[in-house]
C-alpha cells in the first residue's frame, strides 16, 4: 500500500513538474534539448555519409586491385593450367592486401604473410555464396574488420613456391577497415567537442538572451507587486508596439488605468455615500431640531391654557379685572385678551413649522425629480421685481441692478420657483450682511458652449466666506452665521432649495466669495430656443461691428429707477 501511494506520489510530483518550472528555465531547457538534438542528428547523418563514403572507396579500390590481378589468369570457367601471378604479386599495398589461400585457409603467398589478415571462411557453400562478392569480416587479430572479394581459381605460382600438379586456391584481395573506423571515430571526437563547446556557449548566450527577453515580465511582476501595495499609479515601462511585450504592456497600462479609474470612482462613491449619509443625519437631526422648536412652543401654550383652566366669563373677567386694578392674570381662567395673545404665537409658530414642512416637501419633490413646468420666463422681469421688493424691505440700502446687452433673456421653466430662486439669493444678502450693505443685482449673457445661456449674479460687499465654509454653504440646514440665522427667522434651507431648483432647470449657481471682500452668488441658465436664435444673431451682428471694443460693451445700470 505505501509502495503503491509512494509511486503515485512521485508520478504525481513528476506530472506537474512542469508548472512548477520556471519560464526560463524551460526555455532554457527546449532551446538546449533543440539544439542538442540538431547536433546529434547532423553528426551522425555525417559520420554516417562519410563513413559510407570511405568504405565506398575502399571498396572500388579493391574492386579495382582484383580485377587487375583477376585479369592476370587466364583459362575458362576458373580452371587455370598455369598462372600468370608471381609471388611479387602478393602482399599489402597500401591499405590493401593480396594473398592466396589453399583450401584449409592457410597462407600460401606471400609467403612472410603471417597474422594479421582477415578471416576467410573456406567452405565451399561459403565460396560458393560469396564468390566474387564484396563481404566485411573479421581480422585475425584486434577488433578491426576487413572488407574483401574472394574467388576460387586453379592456380600455379612461378618461381617454384607451389610444387606439384595445379590445385584450386582462394584468391582474396581486400583492404583493413581499421583506418576509416578509425577516421570515423576521430570525426566523431571533434564532432563531440565542437558539439559541447556549441552548447556551453549557447547556454551563456541564452541565459543572458532570455534573461533580457523576460526583464518586461519582471517589470510587470514588479509593477503589479507596487499595486498591491496600494501604487495605483504605478505603470508598466513603455515598449516598442511592434513587439509582443510592447502590445501586452500598453493593454496592461490600459487595463490598470481603467482599474485605477474605477477604483478612485468606487472610493469617491464610497466617500460621497458616506458623505450623503452624514448629511442624511445632520438633515434629520437639524428638521426635528427646527421642527421641535414650535411643538414646543405650540404644546408649551397648550397646556398653559390647560392649566390656567380654560378661558373666563365675561363677568367673571370683569370683576377680576376691577379686582386686579386692570392688570395680568397669573391665576385661575384666561382672559379673552391672554388667549389672543396665545392664539397668535400659536399661529406664528404654526406658519414658522408650515414654511419649513413646505421647503422640505419641495426638497423632496425635486430629490425625486419630478418634472417642473416649463414656460417661457423673462428672467430680467424676475429680477426687476426681485430688486423692487428688496429696496421696499431694507429701503436703507443701495440696490442696483445692472443688465447686459443682448437679445431678450427668456429661459424654459416655472415662474415661480424662479422667483423663489432670486428670491432666497436677495433674502440671504439682506439677511448676512450688515445693515446699509449695497448689493448689486446683474444679468448678463453667460457662456455660449455647449448652448446659448443666461447668468444671473447677487453680489454683496458683505464680510465674505471662509473656504470651509462656503464648501457648505448650499447644504440643507447649514448656517454660517447661527445666532444670526436664527434670529431672523432662517431655516437653513434657502441656499440648498436655490442649488436644487437651478439644477432642476438645467443650469449650475457658484459661489465666489472671500474673507472681507464679500460674496457673489451667480447661477446660470440655459436660454429657450427662440432666445438662443435672437442672441445667435445678436452675437453676429456685433462680430460684424469692427469699430466697437468689447470693453465698450454697454450697460443699463440701475434701471428700476430710485427707492420709493
Known sequence: MSFTSGRGSFWERFRRLPDRTPLRVKMITALLALVAIALTTISVAGLIAFQSYLRDQAAHQVNVIFGQRASQLSGQSGNFPHSGLRTDDFGLYGNYLVELLNSQGQVLAPPAASGGGPVVPTSKDWLKAHSGQLVIV????????????????????????????PQTDILVVGTDLGNVDQTIRQLAGIDLIVSTIILVGLVVVG????RASLRPLTDIEHTAEAIAAGDLTRRVPDRDPVTEVGRLGRSLNTMLAQIETSFRAREESEAAARRSEERMRRFVADASHELRTPLTAMRGYAEYYRQRGGV????????????????????????????????????????????????????????????????????????????????????????????GTGAAFLILGDEVRLRQVIGNLMSNALNHTPDGTPVQVRVLAGPRHPVPTVVLEVTDQGPGLRPDQAERVFERFYRADTARTRTAGGTGLGL?????????????????????????????LPLAPEAQNDQNDQNDQNDQNDDQSADDEPFITDITGPTP
Open 138 to 165: 573479421p581480422g585475425q587479430s584486434g577488433s578491426d574488420n576487413w572488407q574483401i572479394i574472394a574467388k576460387q581459381y586453379t592456380v600455379t605460382l612461378q618461381n617454384g613456391f607451389q610444387v606439384g600438379p
Open 207 to 210: 541565459i543572458a538572451i532570455v
Open 312 to 403: 373666563q366669563d365675561e363677568a367673571a373677567e370683569g370683576a377680576s379685572s376691577a379686582a386686579n386694578g386692570g392688570g395680568q392674570h397669573t391665576h385661575g381662567p384666561l382672559s379673552r385678551a391672554d388667549l389672543n395673545r396665545i392664539m397668535q404665537r400659536v399661529e406664528q409658530e404654526s406658519a414658522r413649522m408650515g414654511v419649513l414642512v413646505e421647503d422640505m416637501l419641495l426638497l423632496a419633490r425635486l430629490d425625486q425629480q419630478r418634472p417642473i413646468e416649463r414656460r417661457p420666463v423673462d428672467l430680467l422681469t424676475l429680477a426687476v421685481d426681485a430688486v423692487q421688493d428688496a429696496r421696499i424691505i431694507a429701503p436703507q440700502r443701495t440696490i442696483e441692478l445692472t443688465v
Open 496 to 524: 440648498a432649495i436655490v442649488a436644487a431648483l437651478v439644477a432642476a432647470h438645467g443650469g449650475t449657481v457658484d459661489l465666489d466669495t472671500a474673507p472681507g471682500r464679500g460674496s457673489t452668488f451667480r447661477i446660470t
